[in-house]
T-cell receptor, first 111, second 114 residues
Framework: AQRVTQPEKLLSVFKGAPVELKCNYSYSGSPELFWYVQYSRQRLQLLLRHISRESIKGFTADLNKGETSFHLKKPFAQEEDSAMYYCALSGSAWGAQKLVFGQGTRLTINP | KAGVTQTPRYLIKTRGQQVTLSCSPISGHRSVSWYQQTPGQGLQFLFEYFSETQRNKGNFPGRFSGRQFSNSRSEMNVSTLELGDSALYLC?????????????FGPGTRLTVL
């Protein structure tokens, strides 16, 4: 069965410190991984996806199939990064319209 | 382009009633997915429609149903409401429904069942 695990419900770091939000997945096929973010009083939106291999707002994420992980990283946190972050998985068998989400990590950046 | 819109934004119902939620996708998008968000279970996939056909379905009872119209607008219906159906219901649209397509989410409908 497909599953996404985000081990940290809450993560608090100081401004300027590095950030790493962990995500592990379980899926036997070829996965598509995404990070979605929800800022306060805004709707859920895509932050980045592994297939794009891009950096968005300074965030990067590398898919490690050996460790079945897709951790989100940023070298220097900013206060505007405070938000709820969700890791999500879609499978090649069913497409990106069905996302399996992790429970989310609430990131707080302290000044 | 206007984003995904959902109506109503808030809804209060009592147990046993039924409810219909509406979702208007981004213009040109043909795929609409629905999710239920609760504090305990998080975000869970309900179903997805593409060109008026249900393509994917999550693990929810038959009380949860949906449909899509020819203009891609979608509705979901929950019959015989239970207290546990209280949740934020999100819909998301994507353009062609491909495996790497980005989903764009609406603001959600907050359903409270008393």
């Amino acid at each position: 069965a497909q599953r996404v695990t985000q081990p940290e419900k809450l993560l608090s770091v100081f401004k300027g410190a590095p950030v790493e939000l962990k995500c592990n997945y379980s899926y036997s096929g070829s996965p598509e991984l995404f990070w979605y973010v929800q800022y306060s009083r805004q709707r859920l939106q895509l932050l980045l996806r592994h297939i794009s291999r891009e950096s968005i707002k300074g965030f990067t994420a590398d898919l490690n199939k050996g460790e079945t992980s897709f951790h989100l990283k940023k070298p220097f946190a900013q206060e505007e990064d405070s938000a709820m972050y969700y890791c999500a998985l879609s499978g090649s068998a069913w497409g990106a319209q069905k996302l399996v989400f992790g429970q989310g990590t609430r990131l707080t950046i302290n000044p | 382009k206007a984003g995904v819109t959902q109506t109503p934004r808030y809804l209060i119902k009592t147990r046993g009633q039924q409810v219909t939620l509406s979702c208007s996708p981004i213009s040109g998008h043909r795929s609409v997915s629905w999710y239920q968000q609760t504090p305990g279970q998080g975000l869970q996939f309900l179903f997805e429609y593409f060109s008026e056909t249900q393509r994917n379905k999550g693990n929810f009872p038959g009380r949860f149903s949906g449909r899509q119209f020819s203009n891609s607008r979608s509705e979901m219906n929950v019959s015989t409401l239970e207290l546990g159906d209280s949740a934020l219901y999100l819909c998301a649209s994507s353009s062609a429904g491909g495996s790497t397509d980005t989903q764009y989410f609406g603001p959600g409908t907050r359903l409270t069942v008393l």
